[in-house]
């Protein structure tokens, strides 16, 4: 079965929780939560999943347990959650700005607002989906921090961000990471049909790029089956990244 770009997606959101154990995926948007459904049901069956509100669920949403606040908010602060969360602007060392476009004083745009941004990102490893990979979402420098990057973290363990981490960026596009010295954003993958070439014309800063870019990893005719069938059937995957 040939997948398309939205379930090339989907795999690359899902690989973020690989391994994760039982910690609390936090996936917002539809392609992110299709893959965090889709890594509980696969290669990652202690992943703890919610609906948003009070309750555990499994991966087709029957309830499993009672999540209180108190314990949400012990996860969210101990780094034993994952949030993967959306960007209006990122920068090359994973500030993403979902507040304001241009400056605080006088912005062009207001956006949604800071929200848990800070507390996610200092406080458990997060991950960034961007259905439509542009110059605008990728740019040079935020016009506001919300969710903080390598730049901003601080290094001290102790009085530091201790739980910071940003596993990956994945867009329409690729799979990015920051696996480089200074911690600055890296193609990691292309998705198939993407070339590097489309990938630093999108992109509105420098990559790090290695000399031997590989493609997003395959979903496998069980992965298929299970995102064609049981996860998503009405397709509404294809209305956020339509190739």
């Known amino acids: 079965m040939t997948a398309t770009r939205a379930e090339y997606c989907v795999i690359a959101c899902a690989e973020a929780w690989r391994d994760a154990g039982e910690i609390l995926a936090s996936p917002m948007g539809l392609i992110p939560s299709v893959g965090a459904r889709l890594a509980r049901l696969t290669f990652a069956p202690d992943l703890l999943l919610t609906d948003g509100e009070a309750m555990i669920v499994d991966a087709e949403g029957t309830v499993e347990g009672w999540l209180p606040y108190r314990q949400h908010l012990a996860l969210v602060t101990g780094g034993r959650r994952h949030v993967m969360m959306g960007a209006s602007q990122l920068d090359r060392y994973g500030n993403q700005n979902i507040s304001c476009i241009g400056g605080w004083e006088r912005p062009k745009r207001q ?3 800071v929200r848990g941004a800070p507390v996610n990102t200092l406080n458990n490893p997060t991950s960034y989906w961007v259905p439509k990979h542009s110059r605008r979402v990728f740019v040079e420098k935020v016009d506001m921090v919300c969710g903080v990057g390598y730049d ?8 530091g ?7 990956r960026v994945v867009s ?3 799979v990015f990471d920051f696996a480089t010295p200074d911690h600055s954003m890296r193609l990691a993958s292309l998705h198939p049909g993407v070339t590097v070439e489309q990938v630093t014309e999108a992109t509105g800063f420098t ?4 000399s031997d870019v590989p493609y997003t990893r395959e979903p496998t005719a069980q992965e298929l089956k299970l995102i064609r069938e049981v996860l998503d059937p009405s397709g509404a995957r294809a209305r956020e990244v339509a190739v």
């Open 111 to 113: 956006l949604l607002g």
């Open 207 to 210: 990559l790090s790029i290695p």
């Open 172 to 174: 329409d596009l690729g």
């Open 152 to 159: 901003h973290a601080g290094s001290d363990p102790v009085v």
């Open 161 to 167: 961000a201790r739980f910071h981490r940003i596993p």
